[in-house]
């Protein structure tokens, strides 16, 4: 259901994709027609969208017609005479949905990355009418009969595995919509559904009020000592362009911790903005306030769980991923947690240690961890933040570190091209070559923060891969660097240097998709797996040979000193107690959230996930999670609900595979393109397990995880 059939527009004549109740004047806005930009397929390369032609105003008319014609031909599939087959019924539906794929593509990533308020206005309206769509098509009975025909006969239809793999896939999804359940059960389902999707943009839409709400602005320069001059220059342009001038503004990620934290030597300033952040959502001063929100997406979440059978969400979203079951989830983290306290701790203590030496005899707060993180990190590795930034360009870290990369483990080469248009003037589009010439995908790259983005990194697509449909992929990644002053180099820290790597790897994942159906295309693979090549690419930023060639000094153009960069590699490890606590905090809270029953939904946010981190020994001031429940966009807008474990059960993965391919020889030609053959070519095509198998040859364990993150343990952590 990705993809459909263009209409037949007869005559010229205008469709409108609204009821319109008889009235013979529909409203101008709801109009789609050939001078819609969405109309027809794109004709720029690849399909890629043609952004000087798409304004806010073609969103909605597009997707109102999206959402008609692909009724129309799933009606077509659902009512056909012909008895149900695998091509009339399976491969039709996949056809299904042209316009509607194309229109969103665009406005999904508009939303994250470049939104204003008719963006917004129109996402809240459409929020529900998607939903209502979605349980159209899962919750038709003509259809799911179809499907459950062809499933029930599955093994005579000598189907192949991907397609196998389709229409078990398929069936599962109707089976989980609620096709299997009554008429009254469904109706509440289609309610549920749809004032979910109604509170996740909701909830999505003041985050990023929130980021713009919560900043700090500081009023005096000498507050900010510990700041680069391309930082402070940075933040003083950002408060010019708010009317501040003459003033700085401080502005808050995604995450509890803010990256200025680590320089900030002004420790109340530092407190200032960690509450800034760590406080948001809760309608302090009169701001937004979020709580209500959590509390009715946990108990709508819970209850269409067990109208569909599961005893929680958790249970219900686990289901379809490699973990299973929430049982295997926490075995899993509790079996960390002792290990990561006992390096959190002894972090804790350096890190007192170092506040001694300032002459602060206190307890170790959330403000001090990051600057004191770095203070320790300086004595221990003799490294400076600031010292190594300067060998961090952001183009250069791309192109001779990212592309070097890619080029080095699969044969593919980058050019940059400066003749198709983008959403914002700070994005860059690039070909992609395979390593016989032959061109593989459209890259777009949006590094730099605004206020227009959501916080956080990812990777989206604007045209997704398949054979059926002959299409090739048009990706993008999208990451919130903070940008320099005019004239000023972008220098970036190693953590944006290590995010480059990942959403690059989320990027080849998409690039290298060589798959028949639309829906396997890509990245669809499960939650617990599709982090797990993201995660694989981050740790060739630290290979010598890659780092050594993008590493370069900006100004002197010299490389980086040999023992630097071994100062830097063995700092990896510190921190890692903290590193991994806040974020094992927050999947803890993610899945007690998600264990509840309907009836066990609390009415204290914050005292709720007070206990949970109580539960597990998470509850340490110093560290808290990496996200607090009101501003947990993963869990709460985001498709990650129950499923935040994810980033960790990848990553056993990644570090398995990346210790695996040390083994055989490391940064070759060869392991890549097994790699690539194996795991980032197959999509969804097969079970992802299977696929690791197949690359691997055997199942991960948790030992290079482990390694990965210098974590001393002693506990005997099961294989996953």
């Given at each position: 259901m990705k993809q459909i059939l263009l209409w037949a527009l007869l005559g010229g004549m205008l469709w409108t994709a609204a009821c319109t109740s008889g009235t013979q004047n529909p409203k101008p806005e709801l109009m789609f027609d050939s001078e819609n930009p969405f109309y027809a397929s794109s004709t720029l390369p690849f399909e890629a969208p043609d952004f000087n032609a798409i304004s806010d105003e073609h969103y909605k008319p597009?997707?109102?017609?999206?959402?008609?014609?692909?009724?129309?031909?799933?009606?077509?599939?659902?009512?056909?005479?012909?008895?149900?087959?695998?091509?009339?019924?399976?491969?039709?539906?996949?056809?299904?949905g042209e316009l509607l794929t194309r229109v969103q593509g665009v406005f999904y990533n508009m939303t994250s990355a470049h939104t204003n308020d008719k963006i917004q206005e129109i996402q809240s309206e459409m929020a529900p009418r998607f939903a209502e769509h979605s349980d159209n098509i899962l919750l038709n009975a003509d259809l799911f009969g179809r499907v459950r025909t062809l499933y029930e006969n599955m093994d005579e239809l000598g189907l192949d595995e991907a397609s196998e793999k389709l229409l078990?896939?398929?069936?599962?999804?109707?089976?989980?919509?609620?096709?299997?359940?009554?008429?009254?059960?469904?109706?509440?389902?289609?309610?549920?559904?749809?004032?979910?999707?109604?509170?996740?943009?909701?909830?999505?839409?003041?985050?990023?009020?929130?980021?713009?709400?919560?900043?700090?602005?500081i009023d005096d320069e000498s507050e900010l000592e510990g700041l680069s001059r391309d930082r402070i220059a940075a933040a003083k342009e950002a408060a010019d362009e708010r009317g501040e001038e003459g003033k700085y503004l401080l502005s808050i990620t995604n995450t509890t911790r803010v990256p200025v934290l680590t320089s900030l030597k002004n420790r109340d300033v530092r407190r200032r903005v960690w509450k800034a952040s760590a406080y948001r959502g809760i309608g302090q001063d009169g701001g937004i306030d979020t709580r209500p929100l959590v509390l009715r997406l946990v108990e709508l979440r819970a209850e269409r769980a067990n109208l569909l059978g599961?005893?929680?969400?958790?249970?219900?979203?686990?289901?379809?991923?490699?973990?299973?079951?929430?049982?295997?989830?926490?075995?899993?983290?509790?079996?960390?947690?002792?290990?990561?306290?006992?390096?959190?701790?002894?972090?804790?203590?350096?890190?007192?240690?170092?506040?001694?030496?300032?002459?602060?005899?206190?307890?170790?707060?959330?403000?001090?961890?990051?600057?004191?993180?770095?203070?320790?990190?300086?004595?221990?590795?003799?490294?400076?933040?600031?010292?190594?930034?300067?060998?961090?360009?952001?183009?250069?870290?791309?192109?001779?570190?990212?592309?070097?990369?890619?080029?080095?483990?699969?044969?593919?080469?980058?050019?940059?091209?400066?003749?198709?248009?983008?959403?914002?003037?700070?994005?860059?589009?690039?070909?992609?070559?395979?390593?016989?010439?032959?061109?593989?995908?459209?890259?777009?790259?949006?590094?730099?923060?605004?206020?227009?983005?959501?916080?956080?990194?990812?990777?989206?697509?604007?045209?997704?891969?398949?054979?059926?449909?002959?299409?090739?992929?048009?990706?993008?990644?999208?990451?919130?660097?903070?940008?320099?002053?005019?004239?000023?180099?972008?220098?970036?820290?190693f953590d944006n240097v290590t995010t480059l790597f990942h959403e690059m790897g989320h990027g080849v994942?998409?690039?290298?998709?060589?798959?028949?159906y639309p829906s396997q295309a890509m990245t669809a693979v499960p939650r617990d797996f599709v982090e797990f090549p993201s995660t694989f690419e981050e740790d060739w930023a630290i290979h010598p040979e890659v780092l050594a060639n993008y590493a370069i000094h900006y100004e002197t153009s010299e490389r980086i000193p040999d023992d630097l960069l071994d100062r830097i590699i063995?700092?990896?490890?510190?921190?890692?107690?903290?590193?991994?606590?806040?974020?094992?905090?927050?999947?803890?809270?993610?899945?007690?959230?998600?264990?509840?029953?309907?009836?066990?939904?609390?009415?204290?946010?914050?005292?709720?996930?007070?206990?949970?981190?109580?539960?597990?020994?998470?509850?340490?001031?110093?560290?808290?999670?990496?996200?607090?429940s009101p501003y947990f966009a993963?869990?709460?807008?985001?498709?990650?609900?129950?499923?935040?474990?994810?980033?960790?059960?990848?990553?056993?993965?990644?570090?398995?595979?990346?210790?695996?391919?040390?083994?055989?020889?490391?940064?070759?030609?060869?392991?890549?393109?097994?790699?690539?053959?194996?795991?980032?070519?197959?999509?969804?095509?097969?079970?992802?397990?299977?696929?690791?198998?197949?690359?691997?040859?055997?199942?991960?364990?948790?030992?290079?995880?482990?390694?990965?993150r210098g974590l001393d343990t002693d506990v005997d952590v099961d294989a996953l």
């Open positions: 597009a997707m109102m017609a999206g959402i008609e014609q692909e009724m129309e031909e799933i009606e077509a599939i659902a009512t056909n005479p012909e008895p149900p087959a695998f091509e009339n019924t399976i491969v039709a539906m996949e056809r299904t078990r896939d398929n069936y599962r999804s109707f089976v989980r919509a609620g096709a299997l359940l009554n008429d009254e059960e469904q109706e509440r389902i289609r309610e549920i559904n749809s004032e979910l999707s109604s509170l996740s943009t909701e909830f999505q839409e003041k985050l990023l009020t929130m980021t713009r709400e919560r900043s700090v602005m599961y005893e929680n969400f958790a249970s219900f979203a686990q289901e379809p991923q490699t973990a299973q079951n929430p049982e295997n989830v926490l075995d899993m983290l509790t079996d960390l947690i002792p290990a990561v306290r006992a390096n959190t701790e002894r972090e804790a203590e350096m890190i007192r240690q170092r506040m001694l030496e300032d002459g602060i005899d206190d307890e170790v707060m959330p403000w001090d961890w990051e600057y004191y993180a770095e203070r320790v990190r300086e004595a221990e590795y003799d490294i400076d933040d600031e010292e190594i930034r300067p060998y961090f360009e952001l183009d250069r870290v791309l192109e001779n570190g990212v592309f070097y990369a890619m080029n080095r483990l699969y044969g593919i080469s980058f050019e940059e091209r400066f003749d198709l248009p983008v959403y914002h003037p700070d994005v860059r589009v690039f070909n992609v070559y395979d390593h016989d010439g032959e061109q593989l995908a459209i890259f777009y790259a949006d590094y730099f923060a605004r206020d227009s983005k959501r916080g956080g990194a990812w990777m989206s697509s604007y045209v997704g891969q398949s054979h059926l449909l002959d299409k090739k992929p048009v990706v993008v990644n999208v990451l919130n660097i903070s940008k320099p002053a005019e004239g000023e180099p972008a220098l970036i820290s994942h998409g690039i290298f998709s060589d798959v028949k063995a700092a990896r490890d510190f921190n890692q107690g903290f590193e991994t606590q806040e974020y094992v905090a927050a999947t803890m809270v993610d899945m007690e959230w998600h264990t509840l029953a309907p009836d066990e939904i609390p009415d204290d946010v914050t005292a709720f996930e007070n206990a949970s981190l109580a539960k597990y020994g998470l509850d340490y001031k110093p560290v808290p999670p990496r996200y607090k993963h869990i709460f807008p985001g498709g990650y609900s129950a499923n935040y474990y994810a980033y960790i059960w990848s990553e056993v993965l990644a570090a398995d595979a990346f210790a695996f391919m040390k083994e055989q020889g490391g940064l070759t030609r060869e392991n890549g393109d097994h790699y690539r053959e194996t795991i980032l070519s197959r999509g969804g095509s097969r079970e992802a397990m299977d696929l690791y198998l197949d690359f691997r040859g055997q199942e991960p364990g948790v030992e290079a995880l482990l390694r990965r």
